[in-house]
């Protein structure tokens, strides 16, 4: 089956830095890429997703990179700010499964 | 949270005691799913469900059962509970993945000690 590795665990940054967190993925077939965001005491909620026929995707202040070669992916906070702080997870599905396969998490914290 | 709801919230039980933590869904999302989060394992699937009656295992199935008898109620089960399934349980839904329309929706969790 997929295996998803996320790095780093926890990210600390200043208010107005970027942050980007890297996952890697085994499955060749996968074909769906999704970031999710926690914030505390809720349930992860969709942020941005990219399939495997696009190398990037943005929506203002976040966006994925893909490279299928490399077999990893990674989200890209820019300008980040304190509303930004909550675990993050990335996941892949391959077109032969159903359901996703997620990583360990980025717990994000922006410092004012 | 997309309307769902997961029932409770909260439980505290003993061990061997038998569990049930519910989910209901107002979408009408033919797939659901139960997810166990712990610190340094993520998200990780017990079961889900592909339809009315149609359910299959995930990575972490072991000691955990289910049950879907209509479109809008999933049932976690845990048959005797143990003190490594304490743990925050998620359900989500979602479209069928042929769809291309994959996005999870999360419930709000329930968070499960078991002493």
């Known amino acids: 089956g997929e295996n998803v590795e996320q790095h780093p665990s926890t990210l600390s940054v200043q208010e107005g830095d970027s942050a980007v967190i890297k996952c890697t993925y085994s499955?060749?077939?996968?074909?769906?890429f999704p970031w999710y965001k926690q914030e505390l005491g809720k349930g992860p909620q969709l942020i941005i997703d990219?399939?495997?026929?696009?190398g990037e995707k943005k929506d203002q202040r976040i966006a994925v990179t893909l490279n299928k070669t490399a077999k990893h992916f990674s989200l890209h906070i820019t300008e980040t700010q304190p509303e930004d702080s909550a675990v993050y997870f990335c996941?892949?599905?391959?077109?032969?499964?159903?359901?996703?396969?997620f990583g360990k998490g980025t717990m994000l914290l922006v410092s004012p | 949270d997309a309307g769902i709801t997961q029932s409770p919230r909260h439980k505290v039980t003993e061990t061997g005691t038998p569990v049930t933590l519910r989910c209901h869904q107002t979408?009408?999302?033919?797939?659901m799913y139960w997810y166990r989060q712990d610190p340094g394992h993520g998200l990780r699937l017990i079961h889900y469900?592909?339809?009315?009656?149609?359910?299959d295992k995930g990575e972490v199935s072991d000691g955990y059962s289910v049950s879907r008898s209509k479109t809008e109620d999933f049932l976690l089960t845990l048959e005797s509970a143990t003190s490594s399934q304490t743990s925050v349980y998620f359900c989500?839904?979602?479209?069928?993945?042929?769809?291309?329309?994959?996005?999870?929706?999360f419930g709000s969790g329930t968070q499960l000690s078991v002493l």
């Open positions: 989500a839904i979602s479209d069928p993945p042929e769809t291309t329309n994959e996005k999870l929706f």
């Open positions: 499955d060749s077939a996968s074909n769906y």
């Open positions: 990219i399939r495997s026929n696009v």
């Open positions: 996941a892949a599905k391959s077109s032969g499964y159903s359901t996703l396969t």
């Open positions: 979408e009408n999302h033919r797939y």
């Open positions: 469900s592909y339809g009315v009656k149609d359910t």
